[in-house]
């Protein structure tokens, strides 16, 4: 059963949508066409999903986030406030003729956020681009490249900083090749992907 919090202010979804159960819903919401969203998610206040848009489940989406059409978010994706999923790497309004683009003529790209991944509040990811399992994107970051599995990145253009466990603990270098979370002894090895638990 899907909680509509606070509604039925302005909330619009359109054909095909399946929320799951369990899943919470806040005012001024705009959902489009042949969206997935699974169980026990909370959508905020004005934010709006695409269409197409595959969300996974226990996933949070803050205030004011947006949400374009290619996305896909996987279990356990954290999204703060302010957080824009483009979709269009060569955005153009019109063709060389003047007249307004259509649809057909765009290729729509894909972001893709891994499970338990966290976007910061006002960041903004450039498609096409994979943010890794376990990652973050810092507050007001700029994400136009992938980001690996556990990998903090920060800045304009974001850029790896350190790597991170999902408890949001730094890692520390053992060596060359393993890393460790000094609060929970828990071992890390780094791999072509990023870090990968031991």
Known sequence: MVSLKNMINNISIGKNVLIG??????NDVQIESNVKIGKDCVVGSKVYIGPGVEIGSNVKIQNNSLIYEGSRIENGVFIGPNVIL??????????LNGRLRNKNEWNLQSVII???ASIGAGSILVAPIKIGVWAMVGAGSVVTKDVKDYSLVLGVPAKH????????????????????N???????????SGALPL
């Open 86 to 95: 483009t979709n269009d790497n060569k955005p153009r309004a019109v063709n």
């Open 21 to 26: 159960r369990g899943t919470k819903i806040w």
């Open 182 to 192: 000094e609060n929970s002894g828990k071992k890390y090895r780094i791999t072509s």
């Open 161 to 180: 900083f350190y790597w991170i466990s999902p408890e949001g603990d730094e890692l520390k270098y053992l060596n060359e090749e393993e890393l460790i």
């Open 114 to 116: 891994g499970e338990g």
